[in-house]
C-alpha cells in the first residue's frame, strides 16, 4: 500500500501528466531508494546557500511544466565550479517558459546504468536494466523482465547485458557493488507493482553506481492520462 505522501506526490502532479524531478526524487527517498542530496530553489540565493553547503562542483538542472526531456533542451549543467557560473546558470534558466525554480544537486561519479519500468496493458509492470547516460539510447544494452524481481532474477539481468564485465569488474576496474544494485532494483520493482494503477513508466537515468554504493541521478516519472486519485 502507497504512502500518503507518495500518493500526494502523484495526485498533485496529474494535471501535468508527469511528476517534476524534485518532487521524483522526493517519492523516491520516501520509498527507501537513494538519491543525491539536493534543494528545488526558486530563489537565487536559496540555491548559492545550498551549493555551498554541500560543496562545488555541483549539477543544476531547471524545473519547467514545458520541460520534460531537460538535456535535449540544454536544462542540465553539470560540473558547475563556483557561485558565479550557478547564477549565470540559475539566469539563463528562467528564461524557459513555465520556469518553476532550479533543482541544485551534488556531482556523482560512477557508472552510468538505466533503471526503468512500463506498465503494460497485458503483462502489467516490466522492469528494464541497462546501460545508461545521454548515450542509453545508441548503446540498446538492456534487459528486461517482469516484475516482481528477486536477487536471483537481478543477476540474470546483469549477466546478460552485453557489457556485464564492466559492471563486474573490467581490466582492473573496481566493480560495481552488485548487493546495492540488487537492493535497489528489488524495492523499485515493489515501488513500481504498487504504483501501476496511477503510473504509465518510470526512468531512472542515469543511476550511478560505484563500489560503495548506486545512486539515482535523474528521474522521471510518466502518469497514466486522465486517472484521478
Same mark, same amino acid.
Given at each position: 500500500?502507497?504512502?500518503?505522501?507518495?500518493?500526494?506526490?502523484?495526485?498533485?502532479?496529474?494535471?501535468?501528466?508527469?511528476?517534476?524531478?524534485?518532487?521524483?526524487?522526493? *517519492?523516491?527517498?520516501?520509498?527507501?531508494?537513494?538519491?543525491?542530496?539536493?534543494?528545488?530553489?526558486?530563489?537565487?540565493? @536559496?540555491?548559492?546557500?545550498?551549493?555551498?553547503?554541500?560543496?562545488?562542483?555541483?549539477?543544476?538542472?531547471?524545473?519547467?511544466?514545458?520541460?520534460?526531456?531537460?538535456?535535449?533542451?540544454?536544462?542540465?549543467?553539470?560540473?558547475?565550479?563556483?557561485?558565479?557560473? *550557478?547564477?549565470?546558470?540559475?539566469?539563463?534558466?528562467?528564461?524557459?517558459?513555465?520556469?518553476?525554480?532550479?533543482?541544485?544537486?551534488?556531482?556523482?561519479?560512477?557508472?552510468?546504468?538505466?533503471?526503468?519500468?512500463?506498465?503494460?496493458?497485458?503483462?502489467?509492470?516490466?522492469?528494464?536494466?541497462?546501460?545508461?547516460?545521454?548515450?542509453?539510447?545508441?548503446?540498446?544494452?538492456?534487459?528486461?523482465?517482469?516484475?516482481?524481481? @528477486?536477487?536471483?532474477?537481478?543477476?540474470?539481468?546483469?549477466?546478460?547485458?552485453?557489457?556485464?564485465?564492466?559492471?563486474?569488474?573490467?581490466?582492473?576496474?573496481?566493480?560495481?557493488?552488485?548487493?546495492?544494485?540488487?537492493?535497489?532494483?528489488?524495492?523499485?520493482?515493489?515501488?513500481?507493482?504498487?504504483?501501476?494503477?496511477?503510473?504509465?513508466?518510470?526512468?531512472?537515468?542515469?543511476?550511478?553506481?560505484?563500489?560503495?554504493?548506486?545512486?539515482?541521478?535523474?528521474?522521471?516519472?510518466?502518469?497514466?492520462?486522465?486517472?484521478?486519485?
Amino acid at each position: 500500500m502507497l504512502k500518503k505522501e507518495i500518493e500526494s506526490i502523484l495526485s498533485g502532479s496529474n494535471s501535468q501528466g508527469w511528476v517534476p524531478e524534485p518532487e521524483a526524487k522526493r *517519492l523516491l527517498s520516501l520509498a527507501g531508494l537513494p538519491v543525491p542530496r539536493y534543494l528545488w530553489s526558486r530563489s537565487l540565493e @536559496d540555491a548559492l546557500r545550498f551549493a555551498g553547503e554541500i560543496g562545488y562542483p555541483v549539477v543544476s538542472k531547471v524545473v519547467s511544466s514545458e520541460v520534460v526531456h531537460k538535456s535535449d533542451r540544454g536544462g542540465v549543467v553539470v560540473g558547475i565550479a563556483g557561485p558565479e557560473e *550557478l547564477a549565470a546558470v540559475f539566469d539563463r534558466f528562467r528564461q524557459f517558459g513555465g520556469f518553476d525554480g532550479v533543482l541544485v544537486e551534488e556531482m556523482l561519479t560512477g557508472l552510468e546504468l538505466i533503471i526503468g519500468a512500463k506498465v503494460d496493458y497485458q503483462f502489467g509492470p516490466v522492469v528494464l536494466l541497462g546501460m545508461g547516460g545521454v548515450r542509453a539510447e545508441i548503446y540498446r544494452d538492456i534487459a528486461l523482465r517482469m516484475a516482481p524481481l @528477486d536477487d536471483a532474477c537481478i543477476r540474470g539481468m546483469v549477466k546478460s547485458l552485453r557489457a556485464h564485465r564492466l559492471l563486474e569488474g573490467y581490466r582492473g576496474e573496481d566493480p560495481i557493488n552488485l548487493q546495492e544494485l540488487s537492493r535497489l532494483m528489488t524495492i523499485f520493482s515493489g515501488l513500481v507493482m504498487e504504483m501501476e494503477d496511477l503510473i504509465d513508466s518510470i526512468d531512472l537515468n542515469p543511476v550511478m553506481c560505484t563500489k560503495e554504493k548506486c545512486i539515482i541521478a535523474d528521474a522521471r516519472i510518466m502518469l497514466k492520462e486522465k486517472h484521478v486519485l
